[in-house]
């Protein structure tokens, strides 16, 4: 359970650093002329590399492990993470042309809807049932807090309103969500397949393709963000500090990431992402002293009641392992000493047949030596009486 606790601690610390230094890259003005970092495939690319090298860095020195020995089939299975993680990616950019953040946003937490779903249609992964009303209870709180939400600006109406909520927008946000579950589902299938692979093999492999995907991207004469990125980070060395604050903690939080999708699957991963959304709407709501009205606290009750209830049952199924464990090694136990009686009863069996074997043979020699022993006292008592007929005669 620790473990755990720390995994969520440095989730949350990581990507709340992380997601400020996003907004800060993305949207804050640079130098004199007032210029903004708009090259996110050269951002994702720099945060992949950095990624890749943590993951080594922690494989080598701290777990002190050799490198994961490589074949065709895991190059494939990392390439076809890297893949999807890659496309992913660019369609929720594209998507906030046409809808809103707020309807971003409230897709976005929705997500584990397409974690369960691909699990299901991809690799036949059931789950409990518990599980389904989990993902009903939290995506249904969160997405009614956000619909909810009162807001002190006026609404845009018009063409503008029809064109940010287009289902064009909202179709390629779920290609996007489609996207990350496939992502999430295949590693899943990965880690069940091979059992040595790691959540920092997953780190350290998959980012190591999705830097070799971008960089062929990058590398197209076609292409001109490589250039155009490079010149500006001449120009405004200050972006290229916050981009690595920003790569940095986004790598020292997938090893959190990694670390909790190994040991405790995408489903639970997904729950920790989309509360420390949750969650960090909440702190932003206390902190700058806005009001929740009835419905959005009743929203909030529902996200916390889906949270204790996936807690609660994934404890009381530990408890059951664990009564299963033991009950099981109590069998075992009085197996083995049964199985041990039983020898000893063989045996014991086998000792008592050769004592008496040998007892049988020792009966059969004394009585041997006793009819011998009369024969002969016989046959000198027989020669005696010829004897002495011999002589009356």
């Known amino acids: 359970m620790l473990d755990f606790v720390v995994c969520v601690g440095g989730i949350y610390v990581c990507f709340l650093t992380w997601s400020t230094m996003q907004e800060r890259v993305t949207s804050a003005t640079y130098g004199e002329d007032h210029q903004r970092f708009r090259f996110t495939i050269v951002l994702n690319l720099i945060q992949a590399l950095f990624a890749s090298v943590i993951g080594y860095f922690y494989i080598r020195v701290i777990q002190r492990k050799p490198m994961l020995?490589?074949?065709?089939?895991?190059?494939?299975?990392?390439?076809?993470?890297?893949?999807?993680?890659?496309?992913?990616?660019?369609?929720?950019?594209?998507?906030?042309?046409?809808?809103?953040?707020?309807?971003?946003?409230?897709?976005?937490?929705?997500?584990?809807?397409?974690?369960?779903?691909?699990?299901k249609i991809l690799y036949r992964r059931h789950y409990p049932a518990y599980k389904y009303a989990v993902v009903a209870m939290i995506t249904a709180g969160v997405s009614a807090f956000m619909l909810f939400k009162t807001s002190s600006k006026p609404a845009k109406g018009g063409t503008l309103a029809v064109v940010e909520n287009s289902l064009y927008g909202l179709f390629l946000v779920f290609i996007n969500l489609a996207l990350d579950g496939a992502v999430n589902s295949t590693q899943d299938q990965v880690f069940v397949e091979d059992r040595e692979i790691t959540g920092q093999h997953m780190m350290c492999m998959m980012n190591l393709c999705s830097t070799a995907l971008m960089t062929l991207w990058l590398a197209n004469p076609f292409n001109p963000e490589l250039a155009s990125a490079t010149r500006f980070l001449y120009t405004h060395p200050r972006a290229l500090i916050d981009i690595g604050v920003f790569a940095?903690?986004?790598?020292?939080?997938?090893?959190?990431?990694?670390?909790?999708?190994?040991?405790?699957?995408?489903?639970?991963?997904?729950?920790?992402?989309?509360?420390?959304?949750?969650?960090?709407?909440?702190i932003s709501v206390f902190y700058n002293g806005h009001r929740l009205n009835g419905k959005q606290w009743m929203a909030t009750g529902l996200v916390f009641a889906g949270i204790v209830l996936d807690v609660y049952k994934k404890q009381m199924g530990k408890r059951q392992a664990q009564a299963m464990a033991k009950g099981a090694g109590k069998i075992s136990a009085k197996s083995d000493s049964g199985n041990e009686e039983s020898m000893l009863g063989r045996s014991g069996k086998r000792v008592v047949s050769s004592l008496s074997k040998e007892r049988a043979a020792a009966t059969r020699a004394a009585l041997e030596r006793v009819a011998k022993e009369s024969d002969a006292v016989a046959s000198r008592d027989l020669r005696r009486r010829r004897m002495v007929n011999v002589a009356a005669s």
């Open 69 to 119: 020995e490589m074949n065709g089939h895991r190059w494939k299975r990392f390439f076809q993470v890297a893949v999807y993680s890659s496309c992913a990616s660019p369609f929720g950019y594209m998507a906030l042309r046409y809808i809103n953040y707020p309807t971003m946003t409230l897709a976005k937490t929705c997500k584990m809807v397409p974690v369960l779903l691909m699990n």
């Open 248 to 282: 940095l903690c986004g790598s020292l939080g997938q090893c959190f990431v990694f670390y909790t999708l190994a040991n405790f699957g995408s489903l639970t991963l997904t729950t920790v992402t989309v509360t420390r959304k949750f969650l960090t709407i909440l």
